[in-house]
T-cell receptor, first 114, second 113 residues
Framework: AQSVTQLDSQVPVFEEAPVELRCNYSSSVSVYLFWYVQYPNQGLQLLLKYLSGSTLVKGINGFEAEFNKSQTSFHLRKPSVHISDTAEYFCAVSHSGGYQKVTFGIGTKLQVIP | DADVTQTPRNRITKTGKRIMLECSQTKGHDRMYWYRQDPGLGLRLIYYSFDVKDINKGEISDGYSVSRQAQAKFSLSLESAIPNQTALYFC????????????FGSGTRLTVV
């Protein structure tokens, strides 16, 4: 079985400050990792993904994440946040073969303070 | 038009009523999923379908049923709605040949009173 832990339910940060949203996963097999963003009253949008290759993954809107296999982590970072980044962010994991079932974390609400 | 369309966007229904949520997609994906989102619980899988004849229960299927009418259509039914089924419901799709994550619909906000 696979699982995802998002360590912070809410993260307040001032505008133009850096942010890190933490994610740890558990799986006995190779994984794919994802970050999704959900803006208010909208569906989930794929922010970035790790499938294989370089462990540093760049996504949309200036976000990036680093896959750390030894620490089973996939933390999301942005060097300078904007008001428009206020949203809920979900980390997710799936096995790297076959099934494609994705398990989601409980989400982290990022609140950017002017 | 959106790649994954869910109808209705919002619905209020009474306890005991039968309700259907619909999902259609133009992505050409073969796999479709229904999730529900609750505050503090993230997204939980209700049902998933790998093709028209392959439907499987997810982790919280009790009280729900689904129908895959065509490759592009996947509907979720609540046979007898109860208040703890009040939630935001999402349909998602993926492609078995090239998996790059899910494509989500905009969601249906369901309130059972």
């Amino acid at each position: 079985a696979q699982s995802v832990t998002q360590l912070d339910s809410q993260v307040p940060v001032f505008e133009e400050a850096p942010v890190e949203l933490r994610c740890n996963y558990s799986s006995s097999v190779s994984v794919y990792l994802f970050w999704y963003v959900q803006y208010p009253n909208q569906g989930l949008q794929l922010l970035l993904k790790y499938l294989s290759g370089s462990t540093l993954v760049k996504g949309i809107n200036g976000f990036e994440a680093e896959f750390n296999k030894s620490q089973t982590s996939f933390h999301l970072r942005k060097p300078s946040v904007h008001i428009s980044d206020t949203a809920e962010y979900f980390c997710a994991v799936s096995h790297s073969g076959g099934y494609q079932k994705v398990t989601f974390g409980i989400g982290t609400k990022l609140q950017v303070i002017p | 038009d959106a790649d994954v369309t869910q109808t209705p966007r919002n619905r209020i229904t009474k306890t005991g009523k039968r309700i259907m949520l619909e999902c259609s997609q133009t992505k050409g994906h073969d796999r479709m999923y229904w999730y529900r989102q609750d505050p503090g619980l993230g997204l939980r899988l209700i049902y998933y379908s790998f093709d028209v004849k392959d439907i499987n229960k997810g982790e919280i299927s009790d009280g729900y049923s689904v129908s895959r009418q065509a490759q592009a259509k996947f509907s979720l039914s609540l046979e007898s709605a109860i208040p703890n089924q009040t939630a935001l419901y999402f349909c998602a799709t993926s492609d078995s040949d090239s998996f790059y994550g899910y494509t989500f619909g905009s969601g249906t906000r369901l309130t059972v009173v």
